[in-house]
Each structure stands twice: as structure tokens, then as C-alpha cells.
């Protein structure tokens, strides 16, 4: 059984290398070896404290690495310098979990934004771009509204508009759904699905949300104290006789989330 409905090119556009990182001395990630196609949907999974969320901000180049490369569209951003990352930056949208929207300005000023930024486009021009990306993930006609007047759901597809408005080669999130309820969780999902179809974006999502990892996947990073349990698609994660990633499929949680001032301790070996 195909886990998705997309042949992606064997071309990478993500290449993670024998990566490694260290939050002080603690060792966070362990020799991290990971490819993302062009044109894939690579989900990374794994639990509280199994280094998801910080693997995606090492590939979005937030933090140095102890060792290993991280390629990006051919690019090691651990070599490149401060302006080459800012170029490459534009090929790249981002989502974060609370959509990240500024609440002082419109729905399409938040959008527009990066085109602002990073353009020499006229303004009507970057409206109708901001227009179309609205449209594209189903809030055409909202542009003057401000975010206090949106659903929760509505303020992460528009958080989506401002990520893709540049029509980035990637495309990363960090728990989409996050917060949402299953319905507005599975419109997420959809329009995730529809922008790499339409884009042929390449797409990494950092989430926990088992039901939109096997909707969306083509294939899954399953996580676990920063190593890599193993790779696959739906189906081989599925399969997978590995009695962690059976525990994380059942919800077994070792221990339930824990707040980040426990978890900083926890990382920099402070607890008992």
C-alpha cells in the first residue's frame, strides 16, 4: 500500500550529514542521518525530549552544530556565511506553532510581509501576490481583517499564506495542528497535501499528531533521546517491531510533556 499519492525525484533537497549538537556539554543530537527529496513530505516524530523540535531549528540554521553538515537545495549552511544564508532564507518558508502572526497589522499586511522585506516589488503587485496566497489556503476576501478576529484554525492558514507567499523550494513546520481541533486539524492537512502539489514544495513537519502524520507522510523520522529510530514510510513505521516506536504509535508516553524549565534541567543533566 503507497503511504501517499507522490512519487517524489530521488534528487535531495535536504541532506543531513553525521550531524551532532551539544547544549553545553549535553549531547543532543547523535550522528543524525537524514535525506528529504525534492518534492517530499518528511515527517519527524517523536517524543517529548527526542530532539524534533531542535533538529528543525539546526536545519533552519537558528543554532551551530558540533559537527556534521547540513545541506539545504546543495547549500552546507554550516560553512556559508551570514549573507548567503539570508539568499538562501528566501527559498525557505516557515510555520511556527502559534502562527506567529503580529496582531497590529492585517491579515494581508502579515501576509505581504516577506515580500516586502525581501523584494523590489511594487505594492500592488505584492497585494494581489498576498491575495492569491490567501485565496490559496482558503481565506480570500479576510485580508483586512485583523488576527484577533480569526479562528484559531484560520490564523494558522494564514500563517501558512505568509510562509509559502514567496513560493519557497521548503517549506518546515513545527506542530501545525497544534491546539486545533480535529476538523480544522484535517483542512491543515489537506492544504499541506494541495501547496506541495501546486508548488512541488519540498515539506518538513515536526509534530506529535499521529493521525496527521499518517495522512500526510511520505515518509517519517522517528525520534527518540536524539537518535534516529528509524526511517520509513507509513507503512514500515507501521510495521516496525522497534518496541519504542510501537509504544510512541500506541501513546504510551514515557513520561507526559513536561514544562521547559524541567526539560532545560533534564537536557543539561541537572536533575537527580
Known amino acids: 500500500m503507497m503511504s501517499n499519492h507522490h512519487t ?4 535531495a533537497a535536504i541532506e543531513v550529514e553525521n550531524l551532532v549538537t551539544h547544549y553545553g556539554s549535553t549531547r543532543i543530537l547523535n550522528n543524525i542521518d537524514m535525506q528529504v527529496s525534492t518534492g517530499e513530505i518528511m515527517v519527524i516524530m517523536g517524543g517529548s525530549g527526542s530532539g524534533k523540535s531542535t533538529l528543525l531549528r539546526y536545519m533552519l540554521g537558528l543554532h551551530e552544530a558540533t ?6 537545495l546543495g547549500q552546507d549552511i554550516t560553512e556559508i556565511n551570514a549573507e548567503e544564508m539570508d539568499e538562501l532564507r528566501k527559498n525557505m518558508g516557515v510555520s511556527f506553532q502559534g502562527g506567529a502572526l503580529f496582531n497590529s497589522m492585517t491579515v494581508g499586511e502579515n501576509v505581504c510581509l516577506p515580500l516586502r522585506e525581501h523584494t523590489h516589488l511594487d505594492e500592488n503587485t505584492i497585494q494581489i501576490m498576498g491575495r492569491m496566497k490567501l485565496s490559496v489556503v482558503n481565506l480570500g476576501g479576510f485580508e483586512d481583517l485583523m488576527p484577533a478576529q480569526l479562528s484559531g484554525g484560520m490564523i494558522k492558514r494564514a500563517a501558512l499564506a505568509r510562509a509559502i507567499v514567496m513560493d519557497p523550494k521548503l517549506l518546515f513546520f513545527d506542530e501545525p495542528s497544534a491546539g486545533l481541533d480535529p476538523v480544522a486539524a484535517a483542512e491543515l492537512d489537506d492544504l499541506i497535501l494541495r501547496i506541495r502539489k501546486a508548488l512541488n514544495t519540498t515539506i518538513v513537519v515536526v509534530t506529535h499528531d499521529l493521525d496527521s502524520t499518517f495522512r500526510i507522510a511520505d515518509r517519517i523520522t522517528v525520534l527518540d533521546k536524539g537518535d ?45
Open 228 to 272: 534516529i529510530l528509524m526511517i520509513g514510510t507509513v507503512e514500515e513505521v507501521r510495521n516496525s517491531d522497534n518496541e519504542r516506536i510501537q509504544s510512541l504509535l500506541n501513546r504510551e508516553a514515557r513520561h507526559i510533556e513536561i514544562d521547559a524549565d524541567e526539560y532545560i534541567k533534564e537536557l543539561t543533566g541537572q536533575k537527580s
Open 67 to 72: 559537527s556534521g553538515s547540513i545541506k539545504l
Open 8 to 11: 517524489p525525484t530521488d534528487q
